[in-house]
C-alpha cells in the first residue's frame, strides 16, 4: 500500500509537469489540481509513515 501512494504521487507529478511545461494555458487549472492531489499525497504518506 505504501509504494501504491508513492506511485499515484509520482504519476500525478508527471503529469503536472507534462501538462505545465507541454500545454500551458490550453489545460488551465486542472494543471494545478494535479499538483494540490501530489501534494495531498505526499502529506498523507508523512503523517502516516511506517508502522
Avoid: P, Q
Amino acid at each position: 500500500m505504501r509504494d501504491l501512494i508513492w506511485l499515484i504521487v509520482v504519476i500525478l507529478i508527471i503529469g503536472w509537469l507534462v501538462g505545465f511545461f507541454g500545454f500551458g494555458e490550453a489545460v488551465g487549472s486542472l494543471i494545478h489540481i494535479l499538483l494540490v492531489l501530489a501534494v495531498i499525497g505526499i502529506l498523507y504518506k508523512l503523517a502516516t509513515g511506517r508502522r
